[in-house]
């Protein structure tokens, strides 16, 4: 599993870390409002709340607190109206990096962006400008627990996935956005447990960076992803996994 895959792995480590501080609750909250909002409030006919509703319950959130926010979204509860912002830029050894945002305040949030952009050692470009490096894909990460490599294999090709990746301790499973809930559904009544399921921006090629260079392409990514507003941070960058893990326990 390439460098970059794995810091997908640290990012659900510090997803769990950021649900104790309340950080990823308010980011999933964000995302049932504004899928809400969107498709309406019936997860069985709006695969952006499902998903957003899936997340949320693997993040251990209470029931109370997603209903509430799908009455927000559906206009049954008091709350703010949020804009779906994409922002483009470089970080350092002109890794392409994308950032996607929920935000109230437009202004605001692209000053500061912007600043973490220039404070990281990298730039905001304009609207674009690596969009094209990006393809939307689903990605599941399962647990490996025993299971064996075939039978993840057999279970997610059979229902659609493209590709299988594992590595030490988790499978990496690929799909088209639009299977990704058959393929979830296919490893669940296999027995196989999913760490997390999401559509995602995956690089078409990657961007190696190593030594101080790659610490500075992991502080941009802390430093954007601490940002209230933000929701996801994608990158090309691959760093050696090593480098990564060092850099996950300091």
């Known amino acids: 599993m390439s460098g970059h895959s794995k810091w997908?792995?640290?990012?659900?480590?510090?997803?769990k870390q950021d649900a104790e501080r309340g950080k990823l609750f308010t980011r999933l909250t964000r995302e049932i409002i504004?899928?809400?909002?969107?498709?309406?409030?019936?997860?069985?006919?709006?695969?952006?709340?499902?998903?957003?509703?899936?997340?949320?319950?693997?993040a251990s959130m209470p029931m109370d607190t997603i209903r509430r926010g799908i009455e927000r979204g559906t206009g049954?509860?008091?709350g703010s109206n949020y804009d779906e912002v994409t922002y483009e830029g470089y970080g350092p050894g002109g890794v392409a990096v994308m950032v996607s945002v929920l935000t109230d305040n437009k202004n605001r949030t692209v000053a500061e962006?912007?600043?973490?952009?220039?404070?990281?050692?990298?730039?905001?470009?304009?609207?674009?400008?690596v969009a094209w490096m990006f393809d939307q894909?689903?990605?599941?990460?399962?647990?490996?627990d025993g299971v064996d490599e075939d039978t993840v294999m057999l279970s997610a090709l059979d229902a659609g996935a493209d590709d299988v990746r594992a590595d030490?301790?988790?499978?990496?499973?690929?799909?088209?956005?639009?299977?990704?809930?058959?393929?979830?559904?296919?490893?669940?009544?296999?027995?196989?447990?999913a760490l997390s399921s999401e559509v995602t921006l995956l690089p078409k090629t990657?961007?190696?960076?190593?030594?101080?260079?790659?610490?500075?392409?992991?502080?941009?990514?802390?430093?954007?992803?601490?940002?209230?507003?933000?929701?996801?941070?994608?990158?090309?960058?691959?760093i050696p996994e090593g480098q990564l893990e060092a850099a996950s326990a300091a």
Do not use: W
Not at 8 to 15: A, D, E, T
Not at 45 to 57: Q, T, V
Not at 137 to 143: H, S
Not at 171 to 185: F, G, H, N, Q
């Open 206 to 238: 990657t961007v190696t960076v190593e030594g101080s260079q790659a610490d500075q392409v992991l502080r941009l990514m802390d430093a954007l992803e601490d940002l209230d507003d933000v929701q996801q941070v994608y990158s090309n960058f691959d």
């Open 113 to 129: 962006i912007r600043s973490a952009f220039n404070r990281g050692g990298g730039s905001l470009g304009e609207s674009g400008c």
């Open 34 to 58: 504004v899928a809400a909002k969107e498709g309406g409030g019936n997860p069985e006919s709006n695969h952006r709340l499902r998903l957003a509703m899936d997340k949320a319950r693997e």
């Open 168 to 193: 030490e301790d988790s499978y990496e499973i690929t799909t088209a956005p639009t299977d990704l809930e058959k393929v979830s559904a296919a490893l669940g009544a296999a027995g196989i447990q």
């Open 8 to 15: 997908h792995n640290i990012r659900l480590r510090k997803g």
């Open 137 to 144: 894909r689903g990605v599941i990460l399962a647990a490996k």
């Open 76 to 78: 049954g509860g008091a």
